[in-house]
């Protein structure tokens, strides 16, 4: 008799949670200490996080409320700049068409990058039902979402101490580099980040951002050669 694996989609959850969690560490703090360093009561701005829920739009709204911009341009630019959660959940929608609509409403509540990108890979590579869809996706956003919570509390309480000459501005590409690794699956696909990182790095004085547009060239081509040299 064949062992089948075990499916534990609460503790999968908060595992895959934690690792986005330690990832968020840089960003959150930094953010954190940007809000706690505009013209807006640290706790208003740190409010955003729960409201908000979503970083960019998060610091966009916080800096448009620091200088006295109007409620409606503020919620407006938002929503423009969160509009890609609209095509996060015309993909996800075939999963949670069984659940109810409060718990679909509290799912788009939840989410945000790093949820769609867990939630969407668990999805496509494991045959689930709709309680275990549920169960992975609530347990990972809310672990996920509580991490966010304290981490920008922290940098909004920390970010006095922090020294100036820290690199901020860094925290977020690393953020997001870091959230990138777990994706990654097979030589090609390593070849092709490592590739394309180093070529980042060399390239970023290039005006108009093409050193990021020669990266990922560059990155795909060595991805491909290395793909083709493995079928050989």
Do not use: C
């Not at 706690?36 to 706790?43: Q, R, T």
């Not at 990972?140 to 922090?162: D, E, N, P, R």
């Not at 020669?214 to 290395?226: D, H, L, S, Y």
Request: hydrophobic share 55%; no cysteine.
């Amino acid at each position: 008799m064949t062992d089948l694996p075990r499916v534990r989609p609460v503790s999968d959850g908060v595992r895959d949670a934690l690792t986005v969690v330690i990832a968020y560490i840089p960003f959150g703090l930094a953010l954190g200490a940007t809000l706690a360093s505009l013209n807006v009561d640290p706790f208003v701005a740190w409010t955003s996080s729960p409201l908000i829920v979503a970083g960019a739009s998060q610091l966009v709204s916080v800096q448009l409320l620091s200088e006295g911009a109007a409620p409606v341009i503020v919620v407006l630019t938002a929503l423009v700049v969160n509009s890609r959660h609209l095509l996060y959940s015309a993909s996800l929608a075939p999963y949670w068409r069984d659940w109810s609509r409060g718990t679909r409403a509290g799912g788009a509540y939840f989410l945000a990058d790093p949820m769609y990108a867990l939630a969407i890979a668990r999805y496509e590579g494991k045959a689930e039902d709709s309680t275990a869809r549920l169960r992975y996706y609530f347990a990972m956003s809310f672990a996920t979402w509580a991490g966010w919570m304290i981490l920008t509390g922290a940098g909004v309480l920390l970010g006095a101490v922090l020294p100036e000459s820290l690199p901020l501005e860094l925290a977020a590409p690393l953020t997001f580099l870091l959230l990138l690794l777990p994706t990654l699956k097979g030589r090609p696909a390593y070849v092709s980040a490592a590739t394309a990182g180093i070529v980042a790095i060399i390239a970023a004085p290039l005006p108009l951002g093409l050193g990021l547009i020669a990266a990922a060239i560059v990155g795909m081509i060595a991805g491909a050669m290395t793909e083709r040299m493995q079928a050989a």
